[in-house]
């Protein structure tokens, strides 16, 4: 007794989800590049006014990279002080404070504020790059 099977609908399936982690790098990419730079704003919000650090607002900055490659992807965004700006060296102090001065952790809750904008963004990547695969 033999039975012949239509796969082509699977196979269809199969080579729309393969198309999928190419569609969805840029927009994961964009993701990260906007929350990066919400996590940015709010952290320089947070730190104006300050007496002790004026200029330490204009030192927070973020960069974001990716790699391609070995099957893989990886998407990094690094959020802080640029030491070669007015008062970058000094962001430490402000985070993690110093004796005598407690940390003010404005990077952390900036960090924790854009958690969920981040999953939003997340989401609404693979939804565009699932609806431009055709699935």
């Known amino acids: 007794m033999s039975a012949d099977f239509d796969f082509s609908e699977l196979d269809r399936l199969a080579a729309d989800l393969g198309s999928v982690p190419e569609k969805s790098g840029p927009k994961i990419r964009q993701a990260l590049e906007a929350t990066s730079r919400h996590i940015k704003d709010a952290w320089k919000s947070k730190l104006k006014g300050s007496i002790s650090f004026k200029h330490l607002p204009g030192a927070v900055s973020y960069d974001v990279t990716t790699f391609q490659g070995f099957g893989a992807s990886v998407f990094k965004s690094e959020i802080g002080f640029d030491k070669d700006k007015p008062q970058g060296a000094l962001g430490t102090f402000s985070e993690f404070g110093k ?17 969920d904008d981040f999953k939003t963004g997340l ?13």
């Open 123 to 135: 989401d609404i990547a693979i939804a565009q790059a699932l609806k431009e695969a055709g699935l």
């Open 99 to 115: 004796p005598n001065q407690p940390p003010m952790g404005f990077g952390h809750a900036s960090l924790q504020e854009n958690q």
